[in-house]
C-alpha cells in the first residue's frame, strides 16, 4: 500500500475481548508477517504511532512515486514533471529533484541523471499565470556530485521539450498541422513561441531534421525568443558598457538569453578550436577564466556568483565565413560537449551588435542568419536587427532544435533525500482515516487499509487529441493530487468504444482502473449491437462529469448557404455528400443518421477510429460534414477550418451565438446532446467509488476547470453515482428506441 510501503498488508474490524469493535492490523516485514495488533478505532492511532517508529518499519513508508517523463531536448537530457506532481514545498521539490536525478554522486547511479551537467536538467511545467502565455516552464540545474539545485539559469535545449510535453499532458490543445505554444520562462522572465509539428493533432517527433550534436533525425522545433534581452539583469549590457577589462581581459558582459561574460580567444592564448577535453585539462586556464566569471557577476549585479552556475563563460573566435562565429561555452566549470541554446542565442547577439569583443565587421539590419560553430557542429540562429550604431538593437531570435520523448512512467524517490516526509504522502493519515470510516460504517468486511495505494489509470476510449482524451487530461491532472497518487491517461482507441469498455470492465475492482465512458460507449454503441461487455451489468458508475452539444459542421469549401440548401442539394441529388463519424454506434454517427431520418435525405457515411482523424479528413476535404461534440470542433470553428452549420440540440450555444440549431433551421427531432463521465468495475467497494466521487466533483467545482471546459463548449455538471447511474439506464433506453425508429444497424 502507498505510504507504509507494503507493510500493512491486512486490516480487519472485528469484535474485540469486550464486545468493542477493534481494527486488527497484521504488519509484513520481508515478505513475512512480523506483528499483529488489536485496537480499538480510539486506540488506532497509538498503535500506528507505536509502530510506525520503528526504524526498519519507516524507512518503506518513505518511498514516493511521482509519474516522470523522461525527453531527450536539444542536446540535454532530463525528466519533465508537471509542479503537481512535485512537493509544493520548495525545499522537498528541490530534494525530489535531488534523488530524480540522483545529484549526491558523480556518477548518478541512483538517479536518472549521466554523470553530467548536460544529463542532470530537469523541466517543471504548469499553467501559465502569465497574461497571454500558455504553460510557465521552471528550469533547474541539479548538481554533479553534489545536492544542489539552481533555478536561476535557463536551458533552451530543455525548452524544446517544453511544448510536446504539455501538450501530451493537456495543458494545450494541439491543432492540426502544427502547434505553436507560448512559453513563458520562469527563471529568466521571458517569453518564448514553440512551435512544434502536430498532425492531426498529435506531436510527432520523427522527421528529418538533424542537430549537431545529436545522432539521427527527428522533427523539428523552431524556438523564437521574444523578449530574452535583459530579462535576468534588466539590461542587455548589465554594467552599462559594452566591453569592459576585468583581470587584463576584454570582455562583453552580456544578458542575452542568459547573463553571460563573453571573451576573445587570442587574448586567452588560444586559437578557439580547442576540443572540450583539452580545455578541461588546462587547470590553469580554467582557474582564470572562473576568477574573471566571479568578477563579472559582481560588475553585473549578480553578486556572489561562486555558488551558481551563471554568468556562463564563453570564448569567442572567427567563424568560417562573415556569417559565423565559433564558440567554446561553459557549464560553467567545464567546456560544454556541443553548445547550449541560450548560449548560441546570446554569441549570436553579441556578434549581430557593433561594440563587443565577439561583433561582426558586417553591420546589417533586418533578418540574419548567423551560425554558431561548435565542438560538435552548428547552430543557426536567425536574428532580426532593428537600428544601426548604438541604437541597434535585436528584437528577437529563432532557432530550430529536436526533442525525443525516452519513456514516460513512474519514478521512485528513495528516503534518504527528503529531510523529512514529503507533505500529501502522511503515512499515519492515509492508513487511520480509512480504518477510522470502516469503523464509523461498522462493517465487518475485508477493509483495504488505503486507497489508492499505486497510480490510477483512465482509461479514454478514444485517440489522442480529441475531445474525451482532452477533457479526461484536464481532469486527470486535478484529481490525482486529491487522491494522493499519479493519474495516467491511457487512450484505448478502437472499435467506437468497445475495446476500452472491455478492458475496463475485466480489470481488478479496486478503484485503480478508472474509465472515462461517454455517451457512446455506456448508451448508443450498446443500444446499435451486442458487445462483449454490458454497459450496467459490467460498470459502477462513479459520476457525471458534463455535457457537451453536438454541432454539425461542414468544410468550408462546401458550396452550401445553409441547412436549408443543403437538404435541397441531396434531395435534388442524393449521396452527393459524405458525413465523417468517429465510428457505427458513436454519437456523430447517430446524430448524422437522425439528421438523414428528420430530413428525409440520403447522405453516405465514413467511420474512422475517433473524433480526431474525422475532423481532421472533414477539414481537409475528404469528407464534407461531421457532427462532432461542441467540445472537439469549436477550436477549429474560431480558426476558421471548419464551419458551423447548427447545433443538434435544444438551444444554441452561448459560444455560438449566432449559429442556430438543427430545428431552427427546419429539421426536427435531432437531439443529440452528449454526456461524459467516469466509471469503476462492478463490484468495486462502494466506499471507493464514494470516495473518488467526493474527489471527482471537488475538481468539477474547481473554477480553472470549469473554465477550460467550458472554453471549448462542455457544461459542468456533477453528481452522485446514483443519480448518473440513472442516467445512464435512461440513454441506454432511449437509443435503443432510436436505433428501432430509424433501423440503423452496426454495418
Known sequence: MHGL?????????RDGPEGDQVVEIE???????????????????LKMQFTLAMPERIIPAMQRVIPCVLMR??????????REWLPADDTARDEALIGAIGASDLLQVDGVGGGSTLTSKVAIVSPSSHPG??????????????KSVDTRPNCGNMLSGVAPFAIEQGLVQARDGETTVRVFNVNTRSRIDVTVQTPARHVRYDGDTGIDGVAGTAAPIRLNFLDAWGSVTGALF????????????????????????????????????EAPAELDANTALLARIEAIRCAAGEAMGLGDVSGSVIPKPMIASEGDDADSITSRYFTPRRCHASHAVTGAIGIATAYALPGTVASSDARRTGVRSIAVLHPQGRIEVEVAIEGLGDEARVQRAALVRTARKILQGDLHLPPYVFSKAPQGDNPMKRLIAPALAAAALATTAPLALAYPDKPITVVVPTAPGGGNDAMARVIGQKLGPLLGQSVIVDNRAGANGAIASEFAARAAPDGHTVMFGYIATHAMNPALQKLRYDPVADFAPVGLVGYSPTLMVANTSVQIKDVKDLVAQLKAKPDR?????????????????????????VMLGAPYKGSAPAITDTIGGQTQFMFPSLYTALPHVKAGKLRALAVAGPQRSPLLPDVPTLKEA???????RQWYGFFVPAKTPKPIVDQINKALNQVLADPEVVKRLAEHGADVEASTPEQFGALVKGELAKWKSVVQRAKLTAD
Not at 531536448?73 to 508537471?82: D, E, I, K, N, V
Not at 502565455?133 to 553534489?146: H, N, S, W
Not at 427546419?666 to 443529440?672: R, S, Y
Open 5 to 13: 510501503g507494503r507493510l500493512a498488508e491486512i486490516a480487519e474490524l
Open 27 to 45: 504488519v509484513h516485514r520481508h515478505g513475512r508477517s512480523s506483528t499483529s495488533v488489536m485496537c480499538t478505532e480510539h486506540q488506532l492511532i
Open 73 to 82: 531536448a536539444g542536446t540535454s537530457r532530463g525528466p519533465f514533471f508537471l
Open 133 to 146: 502565455c500558455d504553460v510557465d516552464y521552471l528550469f533547474a540545474q541539479v548538481g554533479v556530485g553534489q
Open 238 to 273: 548589465p554594467t552599462g558598457r559594452r566591453i569592459d577589462t576585468i583581470h587584463g581581459i576584454d570582455v562583453s558582459c552580456i544578458d542575452a538569453a542568459m547573463p553571460l561574460v563573453i571573451m576573445r580567444a587570442g587574448d586567452l592564448g588560444l586559437n578557439g578550436r
Open 577 to 601: 455528400y459524405t458525413y465523417a463519424s468517429a465510428g457505427n454506434g458513436t454519437a456523430p454517427h447517430f446524430a448524422a443518421e437522425l439528421f438523414k431520418l428528420n430530413a428525409g435525405v
Open 666 to 672: 427546419g429539421v426536427d427531432g435531432v437531439d443529440v
